[in-house]
């Protein structure tokens, strides 16, 4: 009777215990979790963007940094996988064999190409020049060392870390639909598609996010990652700012939520997407309301010129260092892409610039142009588009990570092997019954591809939906590789404008051997797809792979397996369409290098790795991929020197506050300082610009930087060769921003004429924030 009482007393407490050290989750740990981050932002001056294909659009400062964001999930004794999510355009093949490398090196066998997935966001306002194959870094004038190599180091890193904080955990599953982030560009495309499959669907754009939600034994929730379709292209073509996009910006909300909320709130407290409170306020233990006092302040308070500083002193400033709990992993939000081929964040659709009419529906033009026609919105600029678009998805991913109770069990597993996609043989089914094989091609892309899209529309003469070409075109571009009959009849019917499989001069100008890859984690399967997957090829793709999972795995689990698709993962091969929409030939078409069947390829070989995953079948490698990393050419200039005028020393202001400003929220102020070139420190896990806000009579403590969405730093210079430059710092000053005292920083580095490279930092005047 009296183990009855004791047991009746200490079952309710221990239930208790479990709940509050879950944070609200009652569950056993039956993975090992950890997670990284680690900036890769690359060079900020002189190097194009990777996207939109623009030669004009130079790296000209920082919007948002970029990281590369990692989860590991191991079973105790078992297997492990690695997903590694960057805030850049694509993944890339010789950044993916250069990580493996050191991977290699540094853990012997346990990190390989099997189990390590690096995948993209696919921003178009990052740095380019790092990918191998010729085609894709013609803008950004040859290979970019210095963008490879912060992205290898930045993922190395940030895959160091999630090792390093492996801990016993748990990990929840959670789904919901979000319905305003995205639309169609290529509607005309996607009604090409069966009717019959197309009314399965409420909407033309897959409205799914799927959230993983990490729970950590020791610390409760230390990270979530999730996919959702929308392009990252709510920044425009003509920005120039280094920047996340959409999902970056939705990253660092998210990062900065829960490091804010976890401050203040109890374990039993929900989490709520609220609008960010004053993020200094959680450093300094007081906030002046009263003006005159703040003038005060002000006054007494002496700005700062230019002074020599340590490469370590903006490190040493970076905000989220001094918000980060020493004794507590950082928390790790990532924002993945999914079949987002044919999705625009540019919610209004596409419309005339020179009329405001809509444009035509089919070829995207603008009476017979294509540069006219643009997408628009939600915004009334790209700053606020890629704000509100990014804001859905942090707050969709917070409704989710909050509600997730859904646990993942089971099996840590994966397949991997390559494909050479120029000619492979793909069985199909035929209409009327049974199978016939056909075959990809090697890659070419169509008229269309030179039209770009409504979120970047191309030049000259070419049009989306173009399944003819033109005879000017076609010869001119003949001279590199003229397609033969075969190559024709295979690409059919999109015309051939570059025959880029088949030119192998300076190097391969495009890829044939491609990864393909399978990670699981319990329920939860991962299909790694190293292109851009439009709506109902990603459909199709997961449905196929489903019906395995259900044949071959319908005894593991209760319910479904969640079936993701990570696009741009580990190479980059641009797009993949349905069959029907490739008939079209709008961008997406005329962008699937392999020809009409390229889906079709895709599903036979994921269905043959899924098998082998549920079977417990090996698969063979395939053919290695090309290491052309010896080959690469590079023709961006190096930074011969930095100058400044005669008197004037780096890091001096050029243009300062007024004395005794006083600003409200919601004002703009800008600084302009004397500066160098961002390319001779890249300011790696520090920052360019910094707020920094006065606590008590002394002491400044920082408040925004580079990572913060309000703040910009901007770098310019008068003529294009002039080695005097210019850094200008715009701080949209928040709605959540605390009253006080603020002056705004500057670091950077200058390279003298004999190579030497010295840091530098400066101060604007003090002003209030009322």
């Given at each position: 009777?009296?183990?009855?009482?004791?047991?009746?007393?200490?079952?309710?407490?221990?239930?208790?215990?479990?709940?509050?050290?879950?944070?609200?989750?009652?569950?056993?740990?039956?993975?090992?979790?950890?997670?990284?981050?680690?900036?890769?932002?690359?060079?900020?001056?002189?190097?194009?963007?990777?996207?939109?294909?623009?030669?004009?659009?130079?790296a000209s400062g920082i919007h948002m940094r970029l990281r590369a964001r990692t989860f590991i999930v191991a079973e105790p004794q078992g297997k492990r996988v690695v997903f590694v999510n960057i805030d850049a355009c694509m993944a890339s093949q010789i950044v993916t064999i250069k990580v493996l490398e050191r991977l290699k090196a540094r853990y012997g066998n346990l990190y390989t190409k099997d189990n390590?997935?690096?995948?993209?966001?696919?921003?178009?306002?990052?740095?380019?020049?790092?990918?191998?194959?010729?085609?894709?870094?013609?803008?950004?004038?040859?290979?970019?060392?210095?963008?490879?190599?912060?992205?290898?180091?930045?993922?190395?890193?940030s895959i160091i870390q999630a090792h390093d904080n492996l801990q016993p955990g748990s990990i929840y599953v959670n789904k919901g639909e979000l319905l305003d982030a995205g639309v169609n560009r290529s509607p005309s495309a996607y009604l090409n598609n069966p009717a019959e499959e197309r009314s399965r669907y409420k909407h033309d754009v897959d409205k799914d996010m799927t959230l993983l939600k990490f729970?950590?034994?020791?610390?409760?929730?230390?990270?979530?990652?999730?996919?959702?379709?929308?392009?990252?292209?709510?920044?425009?073509?003509?920005?120039?700012?280094?920047?996340?996009?959409?999902?970056?910006?939705?990253?660092?909300?998210?990062?900065?939520?829960?490091?804010?909320?976890?401050?203040?709130?109890?374990?039993?407290?929900?989490?709520?997407?609220?609008?960010?409170?004053?993020?200094?306020?959680?450093?300094?233990?007081?906030?002046?309301?009263?003006?005159?006092?703040?003038?005060?302040?002000?006054?007494?308070?002496?700005?700062?010129?230019?002074?020599?500083?340590?490469?370590?002193?903006?490190?040493?400033?970076?905000?989220?260092?001094?918000?980060?709990?020493?004794?507590?992993?950082?928390?790790?939000?990532?924002?993945?892409?999914?079949?987002?081929?044919?999705?625009?964040?540019?919610?209004?659709?596409?419309?005339?610039?020179?009329?405001?009419?809509?444009?035509?529906?089919?070829?995207?033009?603008?009476?017979?142009?294509?540069?006219?026609?643009?997408?628009?919105?939600?915004?009334?600029?790209?700053?606020?588009?890629?704000?509100?678009?990014?804001?859905?998805?942090?707050?969709?991913?917070?409704?989710?990570?909050?509600?997730?109770?859904?646990?993942?069990?089971?099996?840590?597993?994966?397949?991997?092997?390559?494909?050479?996609?120029?000619?492979?043989?793909?069985?199909?089914?035929?209409?009327?019954?049974?199978?016939?094989?056909?075959?990809?091609?090697?890659?070419?892309?169509?008229?269309?591809?030179?039209?770009?899209?409504?979120?970047?529309?191309?030049?000259?003469?070419?049009?989306?939906?173009?399944?003819?070409?033109?005879?000017?075109?076609?010869?001119?571009?003949?001279?590199?590789?003229?397609?033969?009959?075969?190559?024709?009849?295979?690409?059919?019917?999109?015309?051939?404008?570059?025959?880029?499989?088949?030119?192998?001069?300076?190097?391969?100008?495009?890829?044939?051997?491609?990864?393909?890859?399978?990670?699981?984690?319990?329920?939860?399967?991962?299909?790694?797809?190293?292109?851009?997957?439009?709506?109902?090829?990603?459909?199709?793709?997961?449905?196929?792979?489903?019906?395995?999972?259900?044949?071959?795995?319908?005894?593991?689990?209760?319910?479904?397996?969640?079936?993701?698709?990570?696009?741009?993962?580990?190479?980059?091969?641009?797009?993949?369409?349905?069959?029907?929409?490739?008939?079209?030939?709008?961008?997406?078409?005329?962008?699937?290098?392999?020809?009409?069947?390229?889906?079709?390829?895709?599903?036979?070989?994921?269905?043959?790795?899924?098998?082998?995953?549920?079977?417990?079948?090996?698969v063979q490698s395939g053919p290695g991929p090309p290491d052309l990393l010896d080959k690469q050419i590079g023709l961006l200039p190096p930074v011969l020197m930095d100058a400044t005028p005669p008197g004037v020393k780096f890091g001096h202001i050029k243009t300062d506050i007024p004395n005794n400003s006083t600003f409200k929220r919601g004002d703009n102020v800008i600084v302009v300082f004397w500066s160098?070139?961002?390319?001779?420190?890249?300011?790696?896990?520090?920052?360019?610009?910094?707020?920094?806000?006065?606590?008590?009579?002394?002491?400044?403590?920082?408040?925004?930087?580079?990572?913060?969405?309000?703040?910009?730093?901007?770098?310019?210079?008068?003529?294009?060769?002039?080695?005097?430059?210019?850094?200008?710092?715009?701080?949209?000053?928040?709605?959540?921003?605390?009253?006080?005292?603020?002056?705004?920083?500057?670091?950077?580095?200058?390279?003298?004429?004999?190579?030497?490279?010295?840091?530098?930092?400066?101060?604007?005047?003090?002003?209030?924030?009322?």
């Amino acid at each position: 009777m009296m183990g009855r009482r004791i047991r009746m007393i200490w079952f309710p407490m221990l239930m208790l215990l479990l709940v509050e050290n879950s944070e609200g989750v009652i569950s056993a740990s039956n993975y090992l979790v950890g997670l990284g981050s680690y900036d890769i932002t690359g060079p900020a001056a002189d190097i194009n963007m990777m996207g939109f294909a623009k030669m004009y659009q130079i790296a000209s400062g920082i919007h948002m940094r970029l990281r590369a964001r990692t989860f590991i999930v191991a079973e105790p004794q078992g297997k492990r996988v690695v997903f590694v999510n960057i805030d850049a355009c694509m993944a890339s093949q010789i950044v993916t064999i250069k990580v493996l490398e050191r991977l290699k090196a540094r853990y012997g066998n346990l990190y390989t190409k099997d189990n390590v997935a690096i995948s993209a966001t696919h921003t178009h306002a990052a740095p380019g020049g790092y990918l191998q194959y010729f085609v894709y870094i013609v803008t950004s004038f040859g290979f970019v060392r210095q963008s490879f190599d912060a992205l290898v180091d930045g993922i190395e890193q940030s895959i160091i870390q999630a090792h390093d904080n492996l801990q016993p955990g748990s990990i929840y599953v959670n789904k919901g639909e979000l319905l305003d982030a995205g639309v169609n560009r290529s509607p005309s495309a996607y009604l090409n598609n069966p009717a019959e499959e197309r009314s399965r669907y409420k909407h033309d754009v897959d409205k799914d996010m799927t959230l993983l939600k990490f729970v950590d034994d020791k610390w409760g929730p230390v990270g979530s990652f999730n996919w959702f379709a929308t392009h990252g292209t709510s920044m425009s073509r003509t920005n120039r700012l280094i920047s996340g996009d959409n999902k970056g910006a939705a990253a660092r909300f998210m990062e900065d939520w829960f490091a804010q909320d976890i401050s203040v709130r109890k374990p039993s407290d929900a989490f709520k997407a609220k609008e960010n409170p004053p993020r200094v306020s959680n450093i300094i233990p007081f906030v002046h309301e009263n003006h005159c006092e703040l003038q005060e302040l002000n006054a007494s308070s002496r700005s700062s010129s230019s002074k020599p500083a340590t490469r370590f002193m903006s490190l040493a400033r970076r905000v989220r260092s001094a918000l980060r709990q020493v004794d507590r992993p950082a928390f790790v939000s990532a924002f993945c892409q999914n079949n987002g081929g044919d999705v625009s964040p540019n919610l209004l659709g596409a419309f005339c610039i020179d009329t405001g009419s809509p444009c035509d529906f089919n070829h995207s033009t603008c009476g017979g142009k294509n540069a006219l026609c643009f997408g628009r919105g939600p915004g009334p600029d790209e700053f606020e588009s890629t704000r509100i678009i990014g804001d859905r998805q942090f707050k969709k991913a917070v409704e989710l990570f909050n509600t997730a109770s859904e646990q993942l069990k089971g099996k840590v597993d994966y397949r991997h092997t390559y494909v050479d996609f120029s000619k492979l043989e793909v069985t199909i089914s035929k209409q009327g019954g049974g199978n016939e094989v056909v075959k990809t091609c090697p890659a070419a892309m169509g008229f269309s591809f030179a039209a770009g899209t409504t979120d970047g529309p191309g030049s000259f003469d070419f049009k989306q939906g173009d399944v003819k070409g033109n005879a000017f075109w076609r010869w001119l571009f003949s001279l590199l590789k003229k397609p033969n009959k075969e190559q024709v009849d295979c690409q059919r019917p999109k015309p051939i404008l570059l025959n880029t499989g088949e030119v192998k001069q300076p190097y391969d100008w495009s890829p044939a051997i491609l990864p393909v890859q399978i990670l699981r984690i319990g329920q939860l399967v991962i299909l790694s797809v190293p292109g851009e997957v439009t709506t109902m090829a990603g459909r199709r793709l997961r449905d196929a792979v489903q019906t395995v999972l259900t044949t071959k795995a319908s005894k593991e689990i209760d319910g479904n397996f969640h079936v993701v698709i990570a696009g741009l993962t580990n190479a980059y091969s641009q797009y993949v369409t349905t069959f029907e929409e490739y008939q079209i030939q709008r961008y997406e078409g005329a962008s699937t290098l392999y020809g009409p069947h390229t889906l079709n390829a895709y599903i036979q070989e994921f269905k043959k790795l899924a098998v082998a995953l549920f079977s417990g079948q090996s698969v063979q490698s395939g053919p290695g991929p090309p290491d052309l990393l010896d080959k690469q050419i590079g023709l961006l200039p190096p930074v011969l020197m930095d100058a400044t005028p005669p008197g004037v020393k780096f890091g001096h202001i050029k243009t300062d506050i007024p004395n005794n400003s006083t600003f409200k929220r919601g004002d703009n102020v800008i600084v302009v300082f004397w500066s160098a070139s961002p390319r001779n420190d890249l300011m790696t896990e520090g920052t360019f610009a910094l707020v920094e806000i006065l606590q008590g009579k002394d002491t400044w403590v920082p408040g925004y930087d580079d990572d913060d969405f309000c703040l910009r730093f901007i770098w310019s210079r008068p003529a294009k060769l002039c080695p005097i430059s210019h850094a200008t710092i715009e701080w949209r000053i928040p709605e959540t921003a605390a009253s006080g005292v603020y002056r705004i920083s500057h670091f950077g580095s200058a390279k003298s004429l004999l190579g030497s490279i010295k840091p530098f930092t400066g101060s604007s005047s003090a002003f209030v924030v009322t």
